[in-house]
T-cell receptor
Framework: KNEVEQSPQNLTAQEGEFITINCSYSVGISALHWLQQHPGGGIVSLFMLSSGKKKHGRLIATINIQEKHSSLHITASHPRDSAVYICAVEGGGADGLTFGKGTHLIIQP | KAGVTQTPRYLIKTRGQQVTLSCSPISGHRSVSWYQQTPGQGLQFLFEYFSETQRNKGNFPGRFSGRQFSNSRSEMNVSTLELGDSALYLC?????????????FGPGTRLTVL
């Protein structure tokens, strides 16, 4: 069974700061997802990656397969980035996605 | 293109009852996955359907079941409801299934069991 650990659990930062959220997993995977969940429950898929790095606007996701580690970066953070960010992995012997507990991010103006 | 829709959005049931939740995927998507989210356990995978066949199943009791229709719409059913079944139930669709394409999530159905 894959264990997915995210850090930090909670993060409060000032507008404009560079944000990093980390995700580690215990067993080799086929893909890793970064998800964003706003209050009210809606989930948006930010990235799906199996190697290297992806960038969408101010968001960057990287993955190191050998170290079983991924990071999500937010540049020039904004209060609208406040949300829960969830890492999820596929493969590693489990059916479906295995999720981390999430990182609760608050960006203060 | 319309997004993933789930009905109903909110539901209140009592212990012992059964409930059916519905999910309509994005047009053209053939895979529908279901997830349960609770404050204690976080997000957990329930099952995935692809072209009317259950392709993957999470670690949930047999009270949780699902099906997918020929138009890719999916339903999940929970029988003999327990207090612990109170949760946000999310479905997600993708065109070719997990591991190949990103998933698009619906708004969820919030189930309260009294």
């Amino acid at each position: 069974k894959n264990e997915v650990e995210q850090s930090p659990q909670n993060l409060t930062a000032q507008e404009g700061e560079f944000i990093t959220i980390n995700c580690s997993y215990s067993v080799g995977i086929s893909a890793l997802h970064w998800l964003q969940q706003h209050p009210g429950g809606g989930i948006v898929s930010l990235f799906m990656l199996s190697s290297g790095k992806k960038k969408h606007g101010r968001l960057i996701a990287t993955i190191n397969i050998q170290e079983k580690h991924s990071s999500l970066h937010i540049t020039a953070s904004h209060p609208r980035d406040s949300a829960v960010y969830i890492c999820a992995v596929e493969g590693g012997g489990a059916d479906g996605l295995t999720f981390g507990k999430g990182t609760h991010l608050i960006i203060q103006p | 293109k319309a997004g993933v829709t789930q009905t109903p959005r909110y539901l209140i049931k009592t212990r012992g009852q059964q409930v059916t939740l519905s999910c309509s995927p994005i047009s053209g998507h053939r895979s529908v996955s279901w997830y349960q989210q609770t404050p204690g356990q976080g997000l957990q995978f329930l099952f995935e359907y692809f072209s009317e066949t259950q392709r993957n199943k999470g670690n949930f009791p047999g009270r949780f079941s699902g099906r997918q229709f020929s138009n890719s719409r999916s339903e999940m059913n929970v029988s003999t409801l327990e207090l612990g079944d109170s949760a946000l139930y999310l479905c997600a669709s993708s065109s070719l299934g997990t591991g190949v394409n990103e998933q698009f999530f619906g708004p969820g159905t919030r189930l309260t069991v009294l």
